[in-house]
């Protein structure tokens, strides 16, 4: 059974860091873009990273740019997302979600690689909270 397992998630002072994890069962990573989505209630689930199969491109959204690290170690069948300077307004469900690779890197694409469609296999979530 194909299967992504978020897991890292927690609850965080502003300022803190939390580090995501995204484990991949029954499938290895190695063809795939990998990102990272948040959802908020109310609000439609958004990209926030990615990292393309060969892990040489990678992408942020503007509002964590400088603060969170996307990173792969195909030996572990894991993508991970450091998460540095924690705000508030990050508090959300975190998801990852793979994407097998194709013609086109979506993740040089500003709005492909945010849009939910493109993704092929998700997570179940974890929750980060950033709150004093």
């Known amino acids: 059974q194909l299967q992504l397992v978020e897991s890292g998630g927690g609850l965080v002072q502003p300022g803190g860091s939390l580090r995501l994890s995204c484990a991949a069962s029954g499938f290895t990573l190695d063809d795939y873009t990998i990102g990272w989505f948040r959802e908020v209630p109310g609000k439609e689930r958004d990209g926030v990273s990615v990292?393309?199969?060969?892990?040489?491109?990678?992408n942020y959204v503007a509002t964590v740019k400088g603060r969170f690290t996307i990173s792969r170690d195909d030996a572990k069948n894991t993508v991970y997302l450091q998460m540095n300077s924690l705000k508030p307004e990050d508090t959300a469900v975190y998801y990852c979600?793979?994407?097998?690779?194709?013609?086109?890197?979506?993740?040089?694409?500003?709005?492909?690689?945010?849009?939910?469609?493109?993704?092929?296999?998700w997570g179940q979530g974890t929750q980060v909270t950033v709150s004093s």
């Open positions: 990292i393309n199969a060969s892990g040489a491109n990678t």
């Open positions: 979600a793979a994407h097998r690779m194709g013609p086109r890197d979506i993740t040089t694409d500003p709005l492909m690689w945010r849009m939910p469609y493109f993704y092929d296999y």
